[in-house]
């Protein structure tokens, strides 16, 4: 359907929905404090963050550039 074939409560009944779910900024915001967090609480993940590695158990002898060029912690801002 497009957008002025909708009827109100079809809008209202979307925007409800939008509302409920975390999108950009605030997901992106999420994703920093859970990693905060792991590095704050000194676990094994935080410590890969924080020095770039794979973090879920990927091999770092071929293949981890994709890695450390990814898992910089300022990655969203």
Excluded: F
């Amino acid at each position: 359907m497009r957008m002025n074939q909708l009827t109100e409560p079809q809008i209202m009944a979307i925007n409800k929905e939008l509302s409920d779910i975390s999108v950009e900024g605030h997901l992106k915001q999420k994703i920093l404090d859970d990693i905060k967090l792991k590095r704050s609480i000194g676990s094994y993940a935080g410590s890969r963050h924080a020095s770039g590695l794979p973090v879920r158990g990927q091999r770092t002898r071929n293949n981890s550039s994709t890695a450390r060029r990814l898992n910089r912690v300022e990655r969203h801002l």
